[in-house]
């Protein structure tokens, strides 16, 4: 499962994202990032054998949003989408709504290309309301 930065994160949920489908019970697919580590609720990512999470990580910490929630996000709001692989320079990522109006972002990965668009869209849609 790939997911967001935690810096991003706080910047898509300064603007206003919210997951689709989000109950505010803890999964095992879930990440977080807690004192500058990152953890699923199966356990810490690298550095720690732990089984589980403890329970200070999905209470305190940010929750990390994963690409399919923010594709989720994007069907369920009626938006389309395109990713384009460049070799050598990275993505880019375009969301685009009804009328073909494009949001675009780039970036060296995929979880960067992804939030560059999202934050456009997020920024154009709370200008609109």
């Given at each position: ?16 994202f ?8 803890v ?33 305190q910490?940010v ?38 109006i ?28």
């Amino acid at each position: 499962m790939v997911y967001l930065e935690k810096e991003d994160v706080l910047r898509l949920k300064e603007l206003g994202f919210r997951p689709p489908y989000e109950t505010g019970e803890v999964y095992a697919y879930q990440f977080y990032s807690h004192k500058d580590e990152e953890w699923s609720h199966g356990g810490q990512i690298t550095g720690s054998e732990l089984l589980l999470a403890p329970q200070e990580v999905y209470n305190q910490g940010v929750k990390l949003f994963t690409i399919d929630e923010i594709f989720d996000w994007i069907h369920v709001n009626g938006y389309g989408m395109r990713l384009v692989k460049n070799i050598g320079s990275g993505f880019k990522f375009i969301v685009f709504d009804e009328d073909g109006i494009e949001y675009k972002g780039t970036g060296g990965t995929l979880t960067k290309a992804i939030f560059n668009t999202m934050e456009k869209l997020l920024i154009k849609r709370n200008e609109k309301r």
